[in-house]
């Protein structure tokens, strides 16, 4: 494989890493957005990607990252742990889960999995006690002022996003990664050759929940305030979907070129277009998805340019 695509991953991470150099907040709040949903959009990637399976899940495991991560740093533990700590929670909620849920194919797959964020989402807006019901939980500061929590969690989101890249790589070239794939063409024929396929999708569910709990923990301690409508938000898990297929589901790279190109469209039709920005946004992705459905990635500068010069042939005059 050429390395051409690992160089401009290394500069585009290196090009968010540096915007508190050159810009201010503003322009930061946004290369941390884009390192946030890069981590989602790669996370969901083993289960909606390589396994095939429509998941709308991954709400319920930000969702439960923050809030696991925001009551440990409640109870005193340090920042980094909690979010450790979240990490675990929703790996291990996955984890359960995914022996019941995965059970369901396709359509019937996709409504339980949005079944779930809502009733996750019921259960925390009811337990008042323990997470603060309707009204929320506050997350203690990080100190230091708005350029330093701009940096650090600039930092952070970036961290776990390549975390989440060196997973998705490691298991891309691995047995799983062919397991995944084999369920994802055709899963009765990959159970008749051998391969374990519960197995191999609950591993998949699993590593598509447990840096969502991270991000989420992270997203918490970021905001220093979250509640169930927003940490549970089946928008979310929306965007996430259709990130990864508009940079190319299954790949290592789509879902990181879709979520960059996301987040930019989606601030630029926000600040452009303030009334009709959602519906704007939403007919280009439409349009975007309905001619490139292999992704953004399936453009190639030779297919262009090829595609380009057999159409001035064709209006040539014979």
């Given at each position: ?42 996370s969901w990637n083993f289960i909606g990607g390589f396994t095939g399976y429509p998941s709308f899940a991954t709400a319920a495991f930000f969702g439960l990252g923050c809030y696991a991560g925001a009551l440990s740093q409640r109870a005193g533990v340090p920042m980094v742990a909690a ?134 923990a992270a997203y918490a301690s970021w905001t220093g305030y979250i509640d169930p409508t927003e940490s549970f938000s089946i928008l979310m898990s929306i965007k996430v979907v259709v990130m990864c297929l508009l940079g190319g589901a299954g790949t290592v790279f789509g879902p990181v ?62």
């Amino acid at each position: 494989m050429s390395r051409w695509p690992y160089v401009l991953f290394a500069i585009a991470t290196l090009a968010l890493l540096s915007t508190p150099l050159w810009s201010g907040n503003y322009v930061v709040r946004i290369a941390i957005t884009i390192a946030m949903f890069s981590a989602l959009s790669l996370s969901w990637n083993f289960i909606g990607g390589f396994t095939g399976y429509p998941s709308f899940a991954t709400a319920a495991f930000f969702g439960l990252g923050c809030y696991a991560g925001a009551l440990s740093q409640r109870a005193g533990v340090p920042m980094v742990a909690a979010w450790l700590i979240a990490t675990i929670v929703a790996g291990g909620f996955a984890a359960a889960l995914g022996a019941i849920l995965l059970r369901l194919r396709g359509g019937y797959f996709a409504i339980g999995s949005i079944g779930i964020v809502e009733v996750i989402r019921l259960i925390i807006s009811s337990w008042g006690s323990l997470t603060g019901g309707g009204d929320g939980l506050n997350v203690p500061f990080l100190t230091g002022g708005p350029d330093v929590v701009a940096r650090t969690f600039l930092i952070a989101m970036v961290a776990i996003m390549l975390i989440v890249f060196a997973v998705t790589l490691a298991v891309d070239r691995s047995r799983l990664g062919f397991g995944l794939r084999c369920i994802e063409q055709n899963e009765d024929a990959a159970d008749m050759v051998g391969i374990n396929t519960t197995i191999y999708k609950i591993a998949a569910f699993t590593l598509s929940a447990l840096f969502c709990g991270t991000v989420g923990a992270a997203y918490a301690s970021w905001t220093g305030y979250i509640d169930p409508t927003e940490s549970f938000s089946i928008l979310m898990s929306i965007k996430v979907v259709v990130m990864c297929l508009l940079g190319g589901a299954g790949t290592v790279f789509g879902p990181v070129v879709g979520a960059a190109a996301y987040s930019l469209l989606e601030e630029f039709f926000w600040a452009n277009f303030l009334d009709y920005n959602r519906a704007i946004l939403g007919a280009v992705i439409v349009i975007l998805i309905f001619f490139l459905p292999g992704g953004l990635l399936q453009l190639r500068s030779r297919g262009i340019l090829a595609r380009l010069r057999a159409s001035s042939q064709s209006k040539a005059p014979a």
